[in-house]
């Protein structure tokens, strides 16, 4: 064999080892490339699904959000009713009839009186509680009371109702104190009822 054929020799076996280590390395890219499809495939599910699982949280945190701000507007809104009517209610009071008025007082006068000696103070504009009616109440009381009400000289900065006092004991039945005691129960209904879900 001489140089020549020597030569052809090994550059045909180099060569067929360069084939082979092409086609090795063509057969273990394209494993390797199938296997990275794979996983691709694989973590593109997982994204998907991540994707869907966060949509579906940040969907679910918007409509919480929106229920909050509803129910907050919707419980202003009530409010802002309630503070409307009660303020009505206070001009209602005293824009009452004559005979409407005085049969509110002597109901709550008696059902305040805890002697039958007590002080009655008036509001300073208070022009229907006056002396006649006073002795109206006192004959109204009944037995276990004394029937000696007085009206008070001193007059309470007050629209509405009156104030029964006996030494440092006051009892306010002025229709503003009414009112807000009324407005306090019903603002807890209210709560109540926004809030019972």
Same mark, same amino acid.
């Given at each position: =064999?001489? /140089? ?7 550059? &045909? ?10 086609? !090795? ?5 394209? +494993? $390797?490339?199938? $296997? ?8 593109? &599910? ?8 966060? #949509? ?18 919707? @419980?202003?809104?009530?409010? #802002?009713? @309630? ?11 005293? +824009?009452?009839?004559? !005979? ?6 002597? /109901?709550? =006068? ?7 000696? +007590? ?58 104190? =009414? ?6 129960? =019903? ?9 019972? !879900?």
């Amino acid at each position: =064999m001489n /140089a020549e054929q020597v030569v052809q020799k090994i550059l &045909a076996e180099a060569e067929a080892e360069a084939r082979k280590i092409s086609d !090795e390395a063509r057969d273990k890219a394209a +494993e $390797q490339g199938s $296997q990275l499809d794979s996983e691709l495939a694989a973590f593109d &599910a997982k994204t998907d699904e991540l994707a869907a699982e966060a #949509g579906e949280d940040k969907l679910q945190r918007m409509l919480a959000g929106a229920r909050m701000d509803n129910a907050k507007q919707l @419980l202003a809104a009530k409010v #802002g009713i @309630l503070n409307e009517v009660f303020e009505q209610s206070k001009k209602a009071v005293n +824009e009452l009839s004559d !005979e409407r008025y005085l049969s509110w007082a002597m /109901a709550m =006068m008696k059902q305040a009186v805890e002697s039958g000696d +007590e002080e009655v103070i008036i509001g300073k504009d208070e022009k229907r509680i006056n002396a006649d009616f006073i002795k109206k109440v006192n004959r109204e009381l009944g037995a276990g009371f004394k029937g000696n009400l007085r009206l008070s000289d001193e007059k309470g900065d007050f629209a509405g109702g009156f104030v029964l006092s006996r030494g440092k004991v006051q009892i306010n039945v002025t229709a503003d104190v =009414m009112i807000e005691i009324l407005r306090e129960s =019903m603002e807890t209904e209210l709560a109540a009822e926004l809030f019972a !879900e």
